[in-house]
C-alpha cells in the first residue's frame, strides 16, 4: 500500500535572493522535521512537482538530492522518492573508536638492537 502524502502548503518568493532549489529543500526539510512528511511518505515526481510550482525540473532535482545526501529521502533512479527520516544532526566521528575497531595497535611497535636497546621507540 502507497503512503502518498499532501506536501504542506508553501511557495517560493522568485524575488528572494536566495535559490529556488535551496527555498524548495529548506521548506521539505522543515516538513521532515516537524512530521508533516512522515517517514515512507511518497513524493512527487520530478516532473509533477515541478509542474505544480511553475519551475524547472532541474531546480526539483537538485532540492531532491540535496536531501537524499543529508538522508532526509530516499531517491532511485525509475522509483519514486521517499522520505526515509528524520535524521538527526551529523555526529562527530570517535576517532579512537575506529582505530580500535580496525584492530591496529595503539602502541607503537618498539625495534631493538642484538643488545636489547631501543632503536626506536615513539610515544
Not at 537524499?68 to 519514486?80: D, H, N
Request: hydrophobic letters at 40%.
Amino acid at each position: 500500500m502507497k503512503r502518498r502524502v499532501l506536501l504542506p502548503n508553501f511557495s517560493l518568493d522568485r524575488t528572494s535572493h536566495e535559490s529556488l532549489h535551496r527555498q524548495l529543500a529548506e521548506a521539505l526539510r522543515r516538513a521532515i522535521r516537524a512530521g508533516e512528511l512522515p517517514p515512507g511518505a511518497i513524493l512527487p515526481s520530478t516532473r509533477a512537482l515541478a509542474g505544480a510550482l511553475g519551475v524547472s525540473r532541474n531546480t526539483v532535482v537538485i532540492a531532491y538530492e540535496e536531501l537524499a545526501a543529508e538522508a532526509l529521502l530516499i531517491a532511485r533512479a525509475g522509483s519514486t522518492t521517499r522520505v526515509f527520516g528524520n535524521a538527526a544532526a551529523p555526529r562527530i566521528p570517535d576517532w579512537s573508536g575506529m582505530v580500535r575497531a580496525s584492530q591496529y595497535p595503539l602502541d607503537s611497535v618498539q625495534f631493538r638492537d642484538p643488545d636489547g636497546n631501543p632503536l626506536y621507540f615513539h610515544r
